[in-house]
């Protein structure tokens, strides 16, 4: 059985962070394993609180986890602060980490930072170049390439220019784009259009979570990078698609659709 780990914050209600990670390595039939950097208090309808854990906590955490049972690939989320990015950073490094996917999680789509603006350049200058792919929603991609990212084309230069900070690939997730959802993957110097129909439920809560999670699993099982990304999306798509209604906010994804 394939071991996946994924270091990121909490979600108590379920549909995004750790949570969302372990239930799409659960669905993919995979071991699921977790380091929390922090725990965050939030549910569908926004985030309350959030409390880091120290570094040397996290450290301690990845080491337990890296001396028992080795990672097949590694999907990394919410990242608070400088210290901690350092000490994952450390810790891959130690470890020889493989098939890594960072998901730059910046703000929840309820508008509230999940990670201090200050710790962008050592997320830029130190983990994400250890990255096999990084996938950026459209704001954080604006974030990481410095130009405005409305459409598209906006989309394709914003990777071009993300492409040069990293050794691995860009996913520009366009789940903010008007009428569609498709997203672009860039790689060796080529646009890939993953073209995605925008389903109509407002029920999204976690979608970035699920696909970093998922593609972190195909490149366990090892598929190549368009292929994971492509049947990620799918899952994703499925999980969307399947209509769970909870909570009074933006609901969670049905993970287990498949099952
Ligand atoms: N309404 C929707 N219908 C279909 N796919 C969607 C929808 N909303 C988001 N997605 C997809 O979910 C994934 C996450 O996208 P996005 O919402 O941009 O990221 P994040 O959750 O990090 O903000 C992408 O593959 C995107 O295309
Ligand atoms: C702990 C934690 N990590 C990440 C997120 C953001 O999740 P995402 O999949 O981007 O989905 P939305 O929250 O944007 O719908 C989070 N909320 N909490």
């Known amino acids: 059985m394939k071991k996946l780990l994924t270091i990121a914050g909490t979600d108590p209600s379920g ?15 995979t071991y699921g394993m ?12 926004g985030v309350t609180n959030v409390v880091d854990l120290s570094p040397e906590f996290i450290g301690e955490q990845l080491d337990a986890v890296f001396t028992d049972i080795y990672p097949d690939a ?15 950073v450390e810790k891959l490094k130690e470890y020889d980490g493989k098939n890594i996917v960072v998901d730059p999680v910046m703000v929840s789509t309820s508008g509230n930072s999940l990670m201090k603006s200050t710790a962008t350049k050592t997320l830029i200058q130190e983990l994400l170049p250890l990255a096999d792919i990084i996938t950026p929603n459209m704001f954080e991609a604006k974030l990481l390439s410095s130009i405005e990212v409305n459409n598209r084309k906006d989309m394709e230069k914003a990777a071009r220019i993300i492409d ?21 993957l860039y790689m060796d110097g080529k646009c890939y259009w993953l073209a ?13 979570c699920t696909l970093s999670s998922a593609i972190a699993v195909n490149l366990a099982k090892g598929m190549d990078i368009l292929e994971s990304v492509e049947e990620a999306k799918e899952y994703l798509t499925g999980a969307i698609k399947a209509g769970l209604d909870l909570g009074k906010g933006k609901g969670p994804l049905d993970h287990l659709y498949r099952l």
């Open 15 to 29: 549909g995004a962070g750790i949570q969302a990670d372990l239930k799409t390595f659960a669905a993919h039939k």
């Open 34 to 45: 977790s380091v929390i950097t922090s725990v965050v208090a939030q549910n569908t309808t």
């Open 74 to 88: 590694i999907k990394i989320g919410m990242i608070s602060n400088e210290n901690i990015i350092r000490v994952i």
């Open 164 to 184: 040069k900070l990293i050794k691995g690939a860009v996913l520009v997730k366009g789940g903010h784009l008007e009428n569609c959802a498709d997203d672009l």
């Open 196 to 208: 995605g129909e925008r389903i109509v439920n407002p029920n999204t809560h976690g979608t970035g």
